[in-house]
T-cell receptor
Framework: DTGVSQDPRHKITKRGQNVTFRCDPISEHNRLYWYRQTLGQGPEFLTYFQNEAQLEKSRLLSDRFSAERPKGSFSTLEIQRTEQGDSAMYLC??????????????FGPGTRLTVL | DAKTTQPTSMDCAEGRAANLPCNHSTISGNEYVYWYRQIHSQGPQYIIHGLKNNETNEMASLIITEDRKSSTLILPHATLRDTAVYYCIVGNTGFQKLVFGTGTRLLVSP
């Protein structure tokens, strides 16, 4: 499978714990995005990387959230001191910047986080 | 980002055409209309996009009104696998973030 993969698919944690999610984009894609989706809502943009540079962060990304893409390939999203309000599906997507007219983003299956 | 308005839900019989409307009355001249869909428990999937001309691909057709204030996504022969939430999004070419609304939940029934 050469699509976007995310790990883990499900994570249950207790309030106050730290969690880290991983996203592996499609191999030649240089853009990587993180979104969050709560029940009944559309995905909300969190942050975006072009290669290893984090170029935009949403106001939704509080100080407890940090994302990295150290070598311009896979990315991690860490949430520190989790709160119950962090419970959501975390989606990763990737795209190729030469497809600028198309702007087709390829999404992974998501990581569902439940904070107890 | 321009906002879009879509009906909350729609029903369609299997084999019939599904016509999903979207209003984007504040769209600006250089903004495209994009459609994505999200099947239950999956990430969103790109369907089609357009600027002012009608577009067609293997998945769907996109009809954009002449004033560009609204559009319709057409699934010509809906199948049960087309049951999903459909999102209409507007943005400039190369924009970096997709701004999703709540979309239209399409239910295709036998």
């Amino acid at each position: 499978d050469t699509g976007v993969s995310q790990d883990p698919r499900h994570k249950i944690t207790k309030r106050g714990q730290n969690v880290t999610f991983r996203c592996d984009p499609i191999s030649e894609h240089n853009r990587l995005y993180w979104y969050r989706q709560t029940l009944g809502q559309g995905p909300e943009f969190l942050t975006y990387f072009q290669n290893e540079a984090q170029l935009e962060k949403s106001r939704l990304l509080s100080d407890r959230f940090s994302a990295e893409r150290p070598k311009g390939s896979f990315s991690t999203l860490e949430i520190q001191r989790t709160e119950q309000g962090d419970s959501a599906m975390y989606l990763c997507a990737s795209s190729l910047d030469r497809d600028w007219m198309n702007n087709e983003q390829f999404f992974g299956p998501g990581t569902r986080l439940t904070v107890l | 980002d321009a906002k879009t308005t879509q009906p909350t839900s729609m029903d369609c019989a299997e084999g019939r055409a599904a016509n999903l409307p979207c209003n984007h009355s504040t769209i600006s001249g250089n903004e495209y209309v994009y459609w994505y869909r999200q099947i239950h428990s999956q990430g969103p999937q790109y369907i089609i996009h357009g600027l002012k001309n009608n577009e067609t691909n293997e998945m769907a057709s996109l009809i954009i009104t002449e004033d560009r204030k609204s559009s319709t996504l057409i699934l010509p022969h809906a199948t049960l696998r087309d049951t999903a939430v459909y999102y209409c999004i507007v943005g400039n070419t190369g924009f970096q973030k997709l701004v999703f609304g709540t979309g239209t939940r399409l239910l295709v029934s036998p």
